[in-house]
């Protein structure tokens, strides 16, 4: 599980790097990366940008079917309502992430982790800056 969140971790810092929201998400089934992503919404002006949405479809086409009741998706926060709604539709079998999301409704079918290491720590700091220069800006 450590591995996976390593890697979902490498990714939301490829999103911080683009001014996005460090959100990383990695896709696994039967113990194998089929897909991995970050958020993109500001470099592709889409809403849909969400790197737990662009894991999916990259699973999707990667396992040609829509439904990935085999997979277990790895993100480094808490799914939002929308990602929750497609996570549901696309019949993925477990969600893991790292740190709660405050700003949504109480999900109660996804586990919060307990994976704590120093890329833990390194991203908890990426993702209070990414909000402090956020707030900053308003």
Avoid at 78 to 103: F, G, H, Q, W
Wanted: aromatic fraction near 10%.
């Amino acid at each position: 599980m450590t591995e996976y969140f390593n890697i979902a971790i490498k990714e939301a810092k490829k999103a911080y790097k683009a001014n996005e929201i460090p959100v990383g998400a990695v896709m696994v089934s039967n113990n194998k990366i089929i897909a991995k992503a970050h958020n993109n919404r500001q470099k592709k002006y889409s809403v849909l940008g969400h790197a737990e949405i662009i894991a999916i479809t990259k699973a999707e086409k990667k396992s040609k079917d829509w439904r990935l009741d085999n997979c277990v998706l790895y993100v480094t926060l808490e799914p939002c309502d929308m990602c929750a709604t497609i996570i549901k539709e696309s019949r993925i079998k477990d969600v893991y992430y790292l740190i709660k999301n405050n700003s949504n409704s109480a999900n109660n079918s996804f586990v919060q982790t307990n994976v704590h290491n120093q890329q833990y720590e390194e991203y908890q700091k990426m993702l209070k800056n990414f909000f402090d220069k956020l707030r900053n800006k308003t």
